[in-house]
């Protein structure tokens, strides 16, 4: 079983949609978690972190489910901007390092 | 800022050569710094952790003595494909960490270089 799991997509959502997306993971030691956005043949930029309270950044929303190792992440309105890929990523303290895993992504596509 | 370089953006080399790739950290200096590869439509995954002044702690599987890496100051990470395959064709991607080496009580963000594409003949 994958470390991360997302859907891989892909999305396709006219402009102005909400949009949603999931991802599991297996490790309860996981610490803490984030969305990436990574656009083709680019390298992945950071979104949000995720907190356990739930946060919000403009249409934004992310939310972290530690019971069930869930992740969440909402976009409201979507614009064709938004068309990327959405990279689920958590990162684990090893004790001697810090290491971040990678979910494969998940593909959003928005059309007028 | 913290902006992150990678040289060179792409490589096209004839299978058996080796090729260097640098990472340099350009406003800040980066105690560590990652290497990881992305294959299409699939994950980054973790090669190695580069620690300045240190030998680099490779991820399982991953072979040091094909994927060298030198991390002599603390704003540069290079790392060398030695006798290059057609399988290391990939999208290799650096990161550096803002922050105190061994710092691992709380995760100080990566910033990512912009990856190196690499074609293996």
């Known amino acids: 079983r994958k470390e991360v799991e997302q859907d891989p997509g892909p999305f396709n959502v006219p402009e102005g949609a909400t949009v949603a997306f999931n991802c599991t993971y297996s490790n309860s030691a996981s610490q803490s978690f984030f969305w990436y956005r990574q656009d083709c043949r680019k390298e992945p930029k950071l979104l949000m972190s995720v907190y356990s309270s739930g946060n919000e950044d403009g249409r934004f929303t992310a939310q972290l489910n530690r019971a069930s190792q869930y992740i969440s992440l909402l976009i409201r309105d979507s614009k064709l901007s938004d068309s990327a890929t959405y990279l689920c990523v958590v990162n684990r303290n090893t004790g001697t390092a810090s290491k971040l895993t990678f979910g494969t992504g998940t593909r959003l596509q928005v059309t007028l | 800022g913290a902006v992150v370089s990678q040289h060179p953006s792409w490589v096209i080399c004839k299978s058996g050569t080796s090729v260097k790739i640098e990472c340099r950290s350009l406003?800040?200096?980066?105690?560590?710094m990652f290497w990881y590869r992305q294959f299409p439509k699939q994950s980054l995954m973790l090669m190695a952790t580069?620690?300045?002044?240190?030998?680099?702690?490779?991820e399982q599987g991953v072979e040091k003595d094909k994927f060298l890496i030198n991390h002599a100051s603390l704003t540069l990470s290079t790392l060398t494909v030695t006798s290059a395959h057609p399988e290391d064709s990939s999208f290799y991607i650096c990161?550096?960490?803002?922050?105190?080496?061994?710092?691992?009580?709380?995760?100080?963000?990566?910033?990512f270089g912009p990856g190196t594409r690499l074609t293996v003949l």
């Open positions: 406003d800040f200096q980066a105690t560590t």
């Open positions: 580069s620690n300045e002044g240190s030998k680099a702690t490779y």
């Open positions: 990161s550096a960490k803002k922050g105190l080496a061994g710092s691992v009580m709380f995760y100080n963000e990566q910033f």
